[in-house]
């Protein structure tokens, strides 16, 4: 018989008890292993600064994935996981119907910082998650945030658009998991007044920017990609579906002040996960890529 993941169609890392007891105290039922298998941040917690995703990345995480508007009345609602840890997407569409829908916040999962929720007042600036039919967007069948039929949205720091509670310093990595239609100058994510960027830039190169322009690598356009960058001065390095795209970039030294996931002033596509560590974490890199990959199935 198969080992044990889930029990009455519930994920067993997404349960604390069984009985009374603890889900992590117990090793086995029947005699069939109890697979319990940890969350990202679970096991790739440490140094996370900011975490937003269509997944849930924590256990203790209690608190929902992101905050939509529906465009035929402007009603707003909380959505929440479903059992597997996956974005309720029912949920969706019985709020939605056949209307669209817009992300108004973007809520934080890492729990370090419950104020970084990327959020977006503008309703004309808002992504969308659905079409004008209610359809969910979607990226190799998971749902995305899409702003290709939005232009130039984007979801920032706090509730004051364009504040961050504070600055991070580097060095400091992110993790994208994105989808842009074409290289004109697609911005995954920008600091205040450009202070710290990664962009899929003209002539399919990728840009890492934080006082100074590096272009490196090579970009792709159309599919969906894992794009993971450090940030730390002469030492900064890309990698796109965990293959180097570049290595001792110097990029530069600035801080990352506001931020405006899928950029202030151009749109980018579609996204489904970002993370921002506050700390060099290249020693765990790829096995963050690895876990972020096994859900997404990207490459």
């Known amino acids: 018989m198969p080992n ?17 007891h603890s889900a992590s105290a117990i090793d086995s039922i029947n005699g069939q292993t109890l697979v319990t298998a940890s969350l990202l941040l679970d096991q790739y917690g440490a140094n996370i600064t900011a975490a937003y995703s269509i997944r849930k990345l ?45 992300v108004v916040t973007w809520y934080e999962q890492s729990g370090q910082v419950s104020d970084w929720n990327l959020t977006q007042g503008n309703a004309t600036r808002q992504p969308r998650i659905t079409d004008s039919s209610g359809n969910i967007f979607t990226v190799n069948s998971k749902p995305a945030i899409d702003d290709t039929n939005s232009g130039q949205a984007r979801l920032s720091f706090d509730t004051t658009f364009g504040s ?14 994105v989808q842009y239609p074409s290289t004109a100058d697609r911005i995954l994510f920008d600091g205040n007044s450009s202070d710290i960027r990664i962009s899929a830039y003209y002539g399919g190169v990728y840009r890492m920017y934080a006082g ?14 894992l794009v993971d960058g450090s940030f730390n001065g002469t030492s ?15 990029i530069g030294t600035n ?9 202030l002033n151009r749109s980018l596509g579609q996204t489904q996960e970002f993370l921002i560590y506050g700390a060099d974490v290249t020693t765990n890199r790829a096995n963050i890529a690895d876990n972020i990959n096994t859900y997404f199935s990207i490459y």
């Open 58 to 102: 924590r256990t203790a995480y209690t608190g929902s994935a992101m905050r939509i508007r529906r465009h035929s009345d402007n009603a707003e609602q909380d959505i929440g996981f479903d059992s597997n840890g996956d974005l309720d997407t029912a949920a969706i569409t019985s709020f939605v119907g056949a209307n669209d829908a817009s």
């Open 236 to 250: 900064s390095y890309l990698f796109e579906n965990n293959v180097s795209q570049g290595t001792s970039l110097n």
């Open 4 to 20: 044990i993941d889930k029990l009455n169609n519930v994920a067993v890392s997404n349960m604390s008890s069984v009985d009374g």
């Open 212 to 225: 100074t322009s590096v272009n490196t690598g090579t970009n792709q356009t159309n599919t969906q990609v």
């Open 164 to 177: 961050a509670p504070s600055a991070i310093s580097q060095p400091l990595h992110t993790f994208n998991v």
């Open 255 to 263: 801080t990352l002040n506001a931020f405006y996931l899928m950029g």
